[in-house]
C-alpha cells in the first residue's frame, strides 16, 4: 500500500500524518531558534504555564522539592533569557556554537488537549574549552492554538544526567 | 594512596617543593594551581589527613542507609549501621581490590563484591566468601580481610566528616570558631535541625580546587561576575559586597572563613531580608520559629544564614551548600544542594526553586563562577606574571573582639587564612 493511497482513502490516518507533521516542523524550529541565539523567537514559543525542566539523576517523582539542573516556569524562563540578553553572562559570553539533530519524533499521548511528544537529540557545543557532546530525549508537551502549536512543556532528559556535568549555560 | 590502618600516611619519596617560597603572606605561586606532583602531595598531606565533608547524616536517615561519597580521590561508602552509626568505608574489596558497591544510595545491610562474591557488614567485616575451602573454611581469613574502615568519623549539626589520619586534632579543634556558623544554619530550623535531603547538581569544572575553595568567600568578585544577574533580578546582593558596605571578611582560623553580612542585615532590622522577603510572607515559618525561640527570633530572622568556607572542602552559602571534590590539578567537581530546615516546609520547597535557579551547570549565579574558575585555570598555567596577588585589605585588618582577624566585605583576609593553614599542613612534617 503506497503512502499516497492511505491519504487518500484514509482521512484518520492522514490526520495523524499532518500532525506529525506540524509537531515535527514545529521540533526542528525550537530546535534551530536555541541552536542560533535567537531569545526572542524562542520566547515566543511558550505559553504562560511553560516548564522547562531538565532533571538530574534518576528520581523525576517530586520535582519541585529536589534539585534540577533546569526547573523553569514562565517567569524563570524570563529571567534566565534576560540574563542571556544582558550579554554579560559570561558562560554564554562569546555563546556558544551549537547544532543539535533531532530524531525518532513520535506523538506519544494527548493530554487535556495537549499534544505529547517525545524525540532523542545529539547537540554539538563548541567553546574555546573544547566541544562537548550532549546528547537524550526531550518530551514535549505541545498546544494547539489555531493553525499553530506553541510550548507548554519541554522535558530534556540528559543520558548522563546521573553524572557530573560540565556548564550547561546554552538553550538545551 | 593506601590507608591501612597503620596511621601512616603515605608520603611522596621525591624531592617536595619548599613551600615557604611558593605561599607567601600577600602572593601564591601559580604552580600551586597546576602541579600534579602539588597535587599528589595534597591527597597525601590533606585530603587524606585533616577532616574531610562527606555527607549528611539526613542522607543516611535509616539503619542500612548508604551513599557513595569521596574523601580525596577515595571512593567511599558512608552507610548507617544497625547500631544506628554512620560508618565511612573504603568501596575497595579486600579481594582483589573491585568496587564493592555500585549504586550511588541505596538500603542495604550488606555490600557483595560481584567479582567473587566476597560480602561485607555495612560495618566493613567480612561475613562471606563463597566455596570457603579454599581458604580452609568459615571463621579463617575474617579477622585479616575487611573493607578499609575511614579511621576517624565524627558529625557536627548532622553534617559528617571523615579523617583518614587515626590520630590529629579532634573535630570540634578543626572546625573550632566555624561551629557555631553551622549551629548559626541549624538555628534557622525551629526544630534546631538541618536536613540535606534534596538530591545533589555535580558540576564537572576545569579548574584546581583551591580557585574554587578561596572564591568562596571572595566579597570582591560578585558585582563583576553576577552583575549580569543582579541587574536583571534587581537583586540587592550585589551592594552587599561593595566598598560602602558595613559586611565583614573573617579569617575563622584552620583555613576557614566567612563572608559576615549580619552588620547590613542588622542595619536594615527586617526579619527575612536576608532570604530576600519578608516575615508577613512567610507567616507559618515566623510562627514557628517565634515558639521556638522567643524573642531570640527576632535577631535570629534578622541576622539570617552564614556564609561559612570550612576547610577544605564544605562551603555553606546561606541557602545552598556546596562540596568541592578535587580530581586532579586541573578538574573538580562542585556538588550543590539546596538547605532544607526541619519544621519549616514553607520556606524548604522555595530554597530548593531558588537554588536550582542560582547553582549547578545550568545556575544563573554559579555558572558564570565556573566560566572563572575554568579561564583563571589557563591564566595560571602562563609563564608571567608568576604570582597571584593576595594583598587586598591587607593595610586595613584588623584583630576584631573575638581575636579573629577581620577585613573589608571585597577584602582578601578569606583567602590569606586559607593559604595560612595550607602552608601549615604543607610543609609540616
Known amino acids: ?93 562569546p555563546p556558544s556554537q551549537l547544532r543539535r539533530v533531532i530524531s525518532n519524533i513520535e506523538i506519544t499521548g494527548e493530554d487535556h488537549g495537549d499534544i505529547i511528544a517525545a524525540a532523542n537529540f545529539i547537540a554539538a557545543e563548541s567553546r574555546e574549552r573544547g566541544v562537548e557532546l550532549w546528547a537524550g530525549r526531550v518530551i514535549y508537551r505541545l498546544r494547539p492554538a489555531g493553525n499553530e502549536l506553541r510550548m507548554a512543556g519541554k522535558q530534556v532528559l540528559l543520558v548522563n544526567r546521573d553524572q557530573p556535568l560540565p556548564t550547561l549555560a546554552f538553550l538545551i | 594512596m593506601p590507608v591501612d590502618g597503620s596511621g601512616q600516611v603515605p608520603v611522596l619519596a621525591a624531592d617536595r617543593p619548599d613551600y615557604r617560597r611558593l605561599i607567601e603572606r600577600a602572593r601564591v605561586h601559580s604552580s600551586v594551581y597546576t602541579d600534579p606532583q602539588i597535587f599528589a602531595d595534597e591527597l597525601a598531606r590533606i585530603w587524606y589527613r585533616t577532616w574531610v565533608f562527606v555527607g549528611h547524616a539526613s542522607e543516611v536517615a535509616q539503619p542500612g542507609d548508604y551513599i557513595r561519597t569521596t574523601i580525596g580521590l577515595q571512593d567511599v561508602i558512608m552507610a548507617r549501621g544497625t547500631d544506628g552509626r554512620v560508618h565511612l568505608l573504603l568501596n575497595r574489596c579486600a579481594h582483589r581490590g573491585n568496587l564493592v558497591c555500585e549504586a550511588q544510595r541505596g538500603n542495604a545491610k550488606s555490600f557483595r563484591c560481584p567479582y567473587h562474591g566476597w560480602t561485607y557488614r555495612n560495618t566493613g567485616e567480612l561475613i562471606g566468601f563463597p566455596f570457603n575451602q579454599g581458604y580452609g573454611g568459615k571463621g579463617t581469613i575474617e579477622a585479616e580481610l575487611s573493607l578499609a574502615r575511614v579511621p576517624r568519623v565524627a558529625e557536627y549539626q548532622g553534617f559528617v566528616f571523615g579523617s583518614l589520619a587515626p590520630d590529629g586534632p579532634d573535630l570540634a579543634e578543626h572546625l573550632g570558631e566555624a561551629a557555631r556558623e553551622l549551629d548559626r544554619l541549624a538555628r534557622l530550623s525551629p526544630e534546631g535541625r538541618v536536613e540535606l535531603t ?43 559586597y561593595s566598598d560602602k558596605s558595613a ?28 532570604f530576600g522577603t519578608t516575615a508577613d510572607r512567610v507567616p507559618a515559618y515566623a510562627a514557628a520559629m517565634r ?139
Open chain 2, 247 to 274: 559586611a565583614v571578611t573573617r579569617s575563622l582560623g584552620r583555613g576557614h572563613s566567612e563572608n559576615d553580612l549580619r552588620p547590613e542585615f542588622r542595619k536594615a532590622g527586617e526579619p527575612m531580608r536576608w
Open chain 1, 1 to 93: 500500500m503506497s503512502a499516497s493511497a492511505q491519504e487518500t482513502h484514509d482521512p484518520p490516518a492522514a490526520g495523524r500524518e499532518q500532525a506529525l507533521r506540524q509537531v515535527e516542523q514545529f521540533i526542528y524550529r525550537e530546535a534551530r531558534l536555541a541552536d542560533e541565539h535567537d531569545y526572542d523567537a524562542w520566547e515566543a514559543l511558550w505559553t504562560d504555564d511553560a516548564l522547562y525542566w531538565v532533571p538530574a539523576g534518576g528520581d523525576l517523582t517530586v520535582p519541585a522539592e529536589r534539585m534540577s539542573v533546569i526547573y523553569d516556569n514562565r517567569s524563570r524562563i524570563s529571567t534566565r533569557l534576560a540574563q542571556l540578553r544582558t550579554g554579560r553572562r559570561h558562560a554564554q559570553d
Open chain 2, 291 to 429: 515558639a521556638a525561640h522567643g524573642p531570640a527570633a527576632e535577631r535570629i530572622l534578622i541576622e539570617g544564614a552564614p556564609h561559612v568556607m570550612i576547610f577544605p572542602n564544605l562551603f555553606v552559602a546561606e541557602i545552598q551548600v556546596f562540596v568541592i571534590q578535587p580530581l586532579s590539578a586541573g578538574e573538580c567537581v562542585q556538588h550543590s544542594t539546596a538547605v532544607q530546615l526541619a519544621g519549616a516546609p514553607e520556606l524548604n520547597r522555595r530554597m530548593v526553586s531558588q537554588s536550582v535557579g542560582s547553582v549547578g551547570p545550568a545556575g544563573m549565579l554559579l555558572a558564570d563562577d565556573t566560566e572563572m574558575y575554568e579561564r583563571n585555570q589557563r591564566g595560571v598555567a602562563m609563564l608571567a606574571p608568576e604570582w597571584l596577588d593576595l594583598r587586598r585589605g591587607l593595610a586595613r585588618e584588623r584583630i576584631d573582639e573575638r581575636g579573629l582577624r577581620i577585613g573589608g566585605a571585597t577584602d582578601e583576609t578569606g583567602m590569606r587564612g586559607f593559604w595560612q593553614h595550607y602552608l601549615s599542613l604543607m610543609e609540616g612534617a
Open chain 2, 198 to 240: 534534596a538530591g545533589w547538581l555535580r558540576h564537572r569544572t576545569r579548574a584546581n580546587w583551591k580557585l574554587l575553595a578561596e572564591n568562596e568567600t571572595d566579597g570582591y568578585h560578585p558585582q563583576f561576575v553576577h552583575g549580569s544577574i543582579f541587574s536583571v533580578t534587581g537583586s540587592p546582593i550585589g551592594a552587599l
